[in-house]
């Protein structure tokens, strides 16, 4: 199962899908349909379940803010 890591913008998700390939961790890029206030842009990066934790530590270490994150069906 994929969660989903809220990052907000195009740009941001796509540097972070970079970053977690350069780590080992398969991630996808996601818009959200109907982006709610606070959601940025409403983009987010989709990680198996097993490997939340490590990618949102990658993600940080980096400097890549997380907003939040969804374990549902975002379509």
């Known amino acids: 199962m994929l969660v ?5 913008s195009v740009t941001t998700a796509q540097r972070a899908a970079s970053v977690l ?4 961790v398969i991630a996808v890029i996601k818009r959200i349909e109907n982006p709610q206030s606070g959601d940025g842009c409403g983009y987010v990066i989709g990680v198996e379940e097993k490997r939340l934790l490590k990618a949102k530590n990658i993600l940080r270490g980096r400097g890549i803010k997380v907003l939040g994150e969804y ?3 975002l379509s």
């Open 4 to 8: 989903y890591i809220k990052v907000g």
């Open 21 to 24: 390939h350069e780590a080992g």
């Open 71 to 73: 374990s549902d069906d």
